[in-house]
């Protein structure tokens, strides 16, 4: 079963840090891009990085740039967030998302496109 | 950046029932857009990409069609497992996606 785990959400204090992780199983990690994607309470959906294949190409949205890192280890089919310098509107559940390499037609492909996504885990930034 | 706007923001329906969402791009974005469904306390799951793809193992009620800056979400007979908040997304100034605002789908 194709499947993504997130893990290391929390309660932490302004200005803190903390590390997520996703755990890939089921298919072959190292073939894909991968995102982070969050939303806070009762909100829409963000998206906040992605990664491609090998980890040697990186992207993040304006308002994480700077105090979010993302990486990959394919030997551990582990995704990871690290995240820095942490705000009050960082709080949100924080998911990640497979980006498949083949959803093609004749003429384009539609890098970006998440068809499979982990439950989320829950980030609290809070005094 | 490219914005999305959806909608209806918010849309009462019956079972059995058409209903159609729509997405408009704030300049044109040809046909990279994609439709996720999220239920309450659940990830977003994918419904269609490329603007009129449906995705494996999506039943074929759904469909998507558009390009350009306007884009239709229709599901030709409401089930009650479809009442959710439906999401557009760019992928045309990719690596800087953007989802619209969500529209929600509840029962009348």
């Known amino acids: 079963e194709v499947q993504l785990v997130e893990s290391g959400g929390g309660l932490v204090q302004p200005g803190g840090s903390l590390r997520l992780s996703c755990a890939a199983s089921g298919f072959t990690f190292s073939s894909y891009w991968m995102h982070w994607v969050r939303q806070a309470p009762g909100k829409g959906l963000v998206w906040v990085s992605r990664?491609?294949?090998?980890?040697?190409?990186?992207s993040y949205a304006d308002s994480v740039k700077g105090r979010f890192t993302i990486s990959r280890d394919n030997a551990k089919n582990t995704l990871y967030l690290q995240m820095n310098s942490l705000r009050a509107e960082d709080t949100a559940v924080y998911y990640c998302a497979r980006d498949p390499p083949d959803y093609c037609s004749s003429t384009s492909c539609y890098t970006g496109t998440m068809d499979v996504w982990g439950q989320g885990t829950t980030v609290t930034v809070s005094s | 950046d490219i914005q999305l706007t959806q909608s209806p923001s918010f849309l009462s329906a019956s079972v059995g029932d058409r209903v159609t969402i729509t997405c408009r791009a704030s300049q044109g974005i040809s046909s990279y857009l994609a439709w996720y469904q999220q239920k309450p306390g659940k990830a977003p799951k994918l419904l269609i990409y490329?603007?009129?793809t449906l995705q494996s193992g999506v039943p074929s009620r759904f469909s998507g069609s558009g390009s350009g800056t306007e884009f239709t979400l229709t599901i030709s007979s409401l089930q009650p497992e479809d009442f959710a908040t439906y999401y557009c997304?760019?992928?045309?100034?990719?690596?800087?996606?953007?989802f619209g605002q969500g529209t929600r789908l509840e029962i009348k």
């Open positions: 490329a603007a009129s």
């Open positions: 990664i491609n294949s090998d980890g040697s190409s990186t």
């Open positions: 997304q760019q992928l045309n100034s990719y690596p800087l996606i953007t």
